[in-house]
């Protein structure tokens, strides 16, 4: 009987540490793959279950850390404003702004009633996600006063709010703007859908219009905003803390991890001390357990450090022409090279470079930004056969669209040609699909006619 309980009880401990250890594994790799504000709210959760751990949180970010690499490119693929970028930051939400437009109004009950129902009916972007019909029936007032709260709401700021499709919200801004060319309206309102989809030869015959003047049009249009309500979404642009910093000194490059970001873990002594006289056994082996687990995360976090120190140290080393000299373009490189380097997985590496970032004097980059599969280079009498970088290739198409001649741009096929010229062999469905990365529309939707 003795034996038995022995073996039992030697069973039990196996699979227990064999339990804790798969939990420890699995919490360590989350914690590699974390970004600093999940790795912080990790480590915040395991201190509400451990009295023992205090959580120091890294230094708050500066608004100068906002990504500002691999921007998407708007409908020109190049020199138009996005619509995007001319929002303000504001920390007021569209409805407590229009709410406040209300209060300068001479309105009845019925009216007032109607507008407050329709701008708590709008969607993020301003959009309005109900009919007047039904607000009608719902409040038991008149459609007309429905009607006449909503060409209220169409009048506050941001001009386009309150509209029901696309093309209502640029009407809107077109009938306000007092730069509006005489003709657009009139493009708009009749030839929305061909617009959009640049059948401009259609609209010149329906309108007796000339190109060049569908092109002066088309120039205005581009600077209203499509999304009224966006400028009220406060999560609108997006700020990253670097995990990495990058530094040159002469023709050195070091790299270093961004401690001041990182959280902290500090031990607390004196709840321990206290707990510790009470001199119980329940309490010892709490306390054990507990400082067992601030002794596990405290490693995790140097190992993770550790281990994203080292793979930002290789990608310096692969790419470092691209960091001494701005506009070089980027090596070819794959996960498994840095495995291989640093003799560590594969899926480590994907982890450690999961949403991080690097401080350079260039810009903020994300890790993953400097790793790219490769295209061969044909071996010419100027250049060597060698590999190159699809990120390299989409900065080549990217500068020939910037300074393509617009009234004729370039096609897919003439691109192929072009970069054949640098010894670059790409197919044309390779630069179509890089292109559509790159949100860069085709030739037919890039022309311009003046």
Request: negative net charge; hydrophobic residues 40%; aromatic residues 8%.
């Amino acid at each position: 009987m003795r034996l038995e309980s022995n073996y039992v009880q030697k069973q039990q401990q196996k699979q227990s540490m064999k339990l804790m250890m798969t939990q420890q594994l699995s919490q360590s790799i989350a914690m590699l793959q974390f970004n600093m504000e999940d790795l912080t709210a990790f480590l915040e959760d395991k201190a509400l279950e451990n009295p023992l751990i205090e959580v120091i949180p890294g230094r708050d970010m500066a608004p100068d850390y906002a990504i500002t690499t691999r921007k998407k490119n708007n409908l020109a693929g190049a020199d138009n404003t996005d619509w995007l970028e001319q929002i303000a930051d504001t920390t007021m939400t569209l409805s407590d702004a229009l709410k406040e437009q209300m209060q300068f109004l001479d309105m009845t009950s019925q009216q007032k009633m109607a507008l407050l129902f329709l701008i708590d009916s709008l969607d993020k972007n301003g959009y309005l996600q109900t009919d007047p019909e039904v607000v009608a029936a719902a409040l038991l007032i008149s459609l007309a006063d429905v009607l006449e709260s909503l060409e209220t709401l169409q009048n506050f700021e941001p001009a386009g709010v309150g509209a029901r499709d696309a093309r209502e919200c640029i009407l809107l801004q077109i009938k306000r703007h007092p730069d509006a060319p005489d003709q657009a309206y009139a493009v708009i309102h009749d030839y929305f859908e061909d617009f959009a989809n640049k059948r401009w030869k259609k609209i010149a015959d329906g309108l007796g219009m000339e190109m060049a003047t569908i092109q002066l049009v088309s120039d205005f249009i581009i600077t209203l905003n499509p999304k009224p309500g966006a400028e009220f979404e406060s999560d609108r642009v997006q700020y990253v803390v670097p995990d990495l910093v990058l530094k040159q000194v002469g023709g050195e490059l070091y790299v270093a991890v961004a401690k001041q970001f990182l959280p902290r873990l500090k031990f607390q002594e004196s709840y321990f001390e206290m707990m510790q006289a009470t001199q119980e056994k329940d309490v010892a082996a709490f306390l054990k357990e507990k400082a067992g687990e601030f002794d596990w995360l405290k490693k995790g976090l140097e190992q993770r450090e550790s281990t994203i120190g080292r793979v930002g140290e290789a990608i310096v080393r692969h790419q470092r022409e691209f960091f001494l000299h701005e506009g070089t373009h980027l090596e070819p490189l794959t996960l498994k090279e840095i495995a291989e380097e640093i003799e560590v997985h594969e899926s480590t590496v994907s982890r450690a470079v999961n949403g991080k970032y690097m401080e350079t004097v260039h810009g903020v980059y994300e890790l993953k930004y400097f790793f790219s599969s490769s295209l061969t280079k044909k071996a010419s009498e100027e250049s060597d056969a060698g590999d190159v970088s699809s990120q390299s290739i989409k900065n080549l198409i990217q500068q020939f669209v910037r300074v393509e001649d617009k009234l004729k741009p370039l096609s897919d096929q003439k691109i192929v040609e072009m970069l054949d010229e640098q010894s670059i062999q790409v197919s044309r469905r390779a630069i179509a699909k890089y292109r559509g990365e790159l949100n860069i529309p085709s030739s037919s939707k890039r022309k311009r006619f003046v």
